[in-house]
């Protein structure tokens, strides 16, 4: 698995949870990594993302504020910290990489290597 990402479950409204993607597997440094999520009968959506050199941070508008990327390089992990979870962020989370400095880094198709995903459900 190149990319492995855990940590999703079921949490209740205002409650948090942090997401990890490993990249151990991967075989290439990632030049950005972001995190995507597809809720039920929806598109996929992007929602964060950070460049590995510079440690840049982009996220969607539906979660600035409440979610945090960040990486560790020596464990070769990327998280993600969401607080204030509320329904609408139900979904399964994504996170995919590339070793190409993306034009877009929002644009889920620009990614080369997708993790499996986890699910997160918030409970009203």
């Known amino acids: 698995v190149q990319l492995q990402a855990s940590g999703g479950g079921l949490v209740q409204a205002g409650g948090l949870l942090r997401l990890s993607c490993s990249t151990s597997?991967?075989?290439?440094?990632?030049?950005?990594l972001g995190w995507f999520r597809q809720a039920p009968g929806k598109e996929r959506e992007f929602v964060s993302a950070?460049?590995?050199?510079?440690?840049?941070?982009y996220y969607a508008d539906s979660v600035k504020g409440r979610f945090t990327i960040s990486r560790d390089n020596a464990k070769n992990t990327v998280f993600l910290q969401m607080n204030s979870l509320n329904v609408e962020d139900t979904a399964i989370y994504y996170c995919?990489?590339?070793?190409?400095?993306?034009?877009?880094?929002?644009?889920?198709?620009?990614?080369?290597?997708w993790g499996q995903g986890t699910l997160v459900t918030v409970s009203s």
């Open positions: 995919a990489a590339s070793k190409a400095v993306l034009s877009s880094i929002r644009d889920a198709q620009q990614y080369s290597v």
């Open positions: 950070i460049r590995w050199n510079g440690g840049y941070t």
């Open positions: 597997g991967l075989a290439f440094r990632p030049t950005q």
